[in-house]
């Protein structure tokens, strides 16, 4: 794959360790025989030693030979207004101080002359004019000098460092991010030996750590903020009654505010959000707004179903609620208008909201209203499911609102339906499963793996079809079974952390939440066991091996990553890898490669790009990086299970010479 080059933004990482390279070094390239006339056409041969990119840049080259030194300045503006600093003796103690690029200049070459430094009287720099067998052929915007080594007091295998700065017409070479370039005299023979190619290979250091990457491991109640663990994502299941307590008054900044929207905001930490219509507790109540209740009544209708259950089966403290009528014109009409409100609420390049899970159906969201048979047979105990043309209408509204979202914003659904495959806007739906863990409610004909991979026939004896490896292009989620119990049990060493890894591997979970460990303290007796989970759960990117040219001879520089996915399942968002280039503290050169990390299944991926540098000076060394781009932040936003991590989040492969 090849990459596309974007201006950069500068950025600064800190000193890190990396492996030792292997290495071959190349042999120089000859110059040209040059002849100061004012032509440039015995330059073509010489490659450019500076340049800040772009058409209307200026342009320099360098070469030398036994007896002079040669440069070549090439701009769209006057260079007869502008100055050429050299540095030829490479002591920081010695020279006039060209603070911009930290260089001391020994020489300068002013209106076709060359000037030498004396040193400062008065505070004033003192230059004296040099005579001698120099060549100047100065145009409006062509500068080409030949210049005595003797009189530089230069010798082969000596450097020289050049830099040109013309203030009247505002023309800088280089520009002040980036080094002189720096040429090193060598004799025609030695510069006419063969180049030979050479290649870095650098296997980088993988770290075994389960990292606190996005979009995955553990999503826990957003409404609190005391977690233990890392975590990168939270869950707010919001009832239509506190969004919506007046019709067509959303009252987002009330629910926001319960969930501390604001607070993992500045956290960097994504929302999983359900809405929900009936969500039991211990105490009766209603989760639809009063004003949709007494609009049903209003109509004739019957509200739906008040509950408590005495079975046992729906478990102490979460056994009474209100089951509405989902068949209710009103109800089915006010929950389209709601839907659209959360999209365009949430559909920012802010966006707080990740994932949006399909609930609105069913006791939590979990399309069931189980237990259906109560004492001495009572059908419908706890409310009235809907059937299979009423439930659509629901999950078609979640696809109307959400279609065209999903660069930002990705629907899952808990049981496989029609419509998480075939509908009418090309969408298909993530997955998730509420009770992972629990071996029957996994493998089981009704159960949720079986179901979504064989389909099943749901509670009102209705034949629904799967939706077979939805996972190769959508996320897998859920939350562990039974609470604190089911949750521990799972993460316990022996059969249940083992059916654990194995729901994990089959079904490709990506995060759980949010009945998660996240509120277990950190060296906790499971922590062994959940971090072995939690590098399994979603992506798990390893770079493997970095390839580079050791020496840059030409305008491009070719690197070839290889990278593995040791987790489960693909990065659910286009986000880019990019392959950046820095000059100590400054970013240089920065492109974007093609590859597309939502097709990276578990594996191994290679990824190549050139990035642009002829704009980077000659004669310096430059490091080169790779990072995962927040396209919210245009920094780096997910971590390499590798060691080497910067303070900017960029992962360091190797350092190449120009």
């Known amino acids: 794959m090849t990459g596309e080059a974007t201006a950069p933004v500068v950025t600064a990482p800190p000193v890190a360790t990396i492996p030792a390279p292997v290495v071959t070094t190349p042999e120089a390239a000859a110059p040209g025989k040059i002849t100061v006339d004012g032509s440039v056409n015995d330059w073509s041969g010489v490659k450019i030693a500076a340049t800040n990119g772009g058409a209307n840049s200026p342009t320099l080259k360098i070469t030398n030979d036994e007896t002079n030194l040669y440069l070549l300045l090439n701009s769209k503006k006057n260079v007869n207004k502008g100055t050429v600093w050299l540095d030829t003796d490479n002591n920081p103690s010695n020279g006039f101080d060209v603070r911009r690029w930290n260089l001391k200049a020994d020489w300068k070459i002013e209106n076709g002359s060359l000037f030498k430094y004396e040193g400062m009287t008065n505070n004033t720099p003192k230059w004296t004019k040099v005579t001698g067998d120099h060549k100047f052929s100065q145009g409006s915007s062509i500068l080409e000098a030949s210049i005595l080594l003797s009189a530089l007091n230069s010798k082969m295998g000596s450097k020289v460092k050049i830099g040109y700065d013309n203030v009247a017409e505002m023309e800088r070479l280089p520009s002040d991010i980036l080094p002189t370039p720096s040429h090193v005299l060598i004799t025609e023979a030695e510069a006419s030996k063969s180049v030979t190619p050479t290649t870095v290979t650098n296997d980088l250091v993988e770290l075994d750590s389960p990292l606190n990457n996005p979009f995955k491991g553990w999503a826990p109640s957003a409404k609190t903020t005391s977690y233990s663990q890392p975590v990168k994502l939270v869950y707010a299941g919001v009832t239509w009654k506190e969004l919506e307590p007046t019709k067509g008054n959303y009252n987002f900044e009330a ?3 319960t969930n501390n929207f604001a607070y993992w905001k500045s956290k960097g930490v ?15 109540h209603r989760d639809i707004p009063d004003w949709l209740y007494n609009e049903i009544v209003a109509a004739g209708q019957s509200p739906g179903t008040a509950y408590s259950d005495a079975t046992g089966g729906m478990g102490a403290g979460n056994n009474t609620g209100f089951s509405p009528n989902y068949s209710a014109p009103s109800v089915i009409q006010g929950h389209k208008l709601l839907l659209e409100a959360i999209a365009n609420r949430y559909y920012t390049n802010e966006r ?20 259906y048979n109560g004492p001495s047979g009572v059908k419908n105990y706890t409310g009235v499911f809907p059937t299979v043309e009423v439930s659509n209408q629901y999950v078609q509204q979640y696809l109307d609102a959400f279609a065209g979202k999903e660069d930002k914003i990705q629907v899952l659904i808990r049981r496989s339906v029609e419509l998480a495959t075939n509908n009418n806007k090309g969408m298909k739906l993530g997955m998730f499963n509420d009770v992972f863990g629990d071996k029957a409610s996994f493998d089981a004909d009704w159960g949720w793996y079986t179901g979504t991979q064989n389909g099943y026939w749901d509670d009102l004896g209705q034949k629904q079809p799967g939706n077979a490896n ?22 316990t060493s022996g059969s249940g952390f083992d059916e654990t890894l194995r729901q994990t591997e089959m079904s490709k979970i990506s995060w759980l939440g949010p009945n998660s460990p996240a509120a277990l303290p950190v060296g906790n007796s499971l922590q062994a066991n959940m971090d072995t989970l939690k590098k399994k759960m979603g992506y798990h990117f390893v770079l493997k091996q970095a390839k580079y040219p050791s020496l840059v001879t030409g305008g491009s520089l070719p690197v070839n990553l290889t990278i593995e996915n040791k987790g489960m399942q693909h990065f659910p968002f286009n986000w880019k890898l990019e392959v950046l280039v820095y000059y100590g503290r400054n970013l240089v050169s920065r492109t974007a490669t093609n590859a597309d990390l939502t097709t990276w299944k578990t594996g191994t991926h290679k ?16 490091d080169v990086y790779v990072g995962i781009m927040n396209p919210e932040t245009n920094l780096p936003g997910v971590d390499f299970a590798n060691e080497g991590k910067h303070q900017n989040g960029t992962f360091k492969l190797g350092t190449v010479t120009k």
């Open 255 to 257: 629910i926001e505010k």
């Open 352 to 371: 707080p909201v990740a994932f949006v899970q399909i609930g609105s159906l069913g006791h939590w969201g979990e399309f069931h209203t189980w237990p």
């Open 470 to 491: 939805f996972w190769d292009s959508r996320i897998s989620a859920g939350e562990f079974y039974s609470g604190e119990f089911g949750m521990k049990a799972s993460l």
């Open 270 to 284: 994504k929302v999983v959000f359900r809405v929900i219509m009936d969500n039991p507790t211990g105490q009766a």
């Open 607 to 622: 990824v190549d790009v050139t990035l642009p540098v002829e704009h980077l000076p000659s004669g310096n060394s430059y």
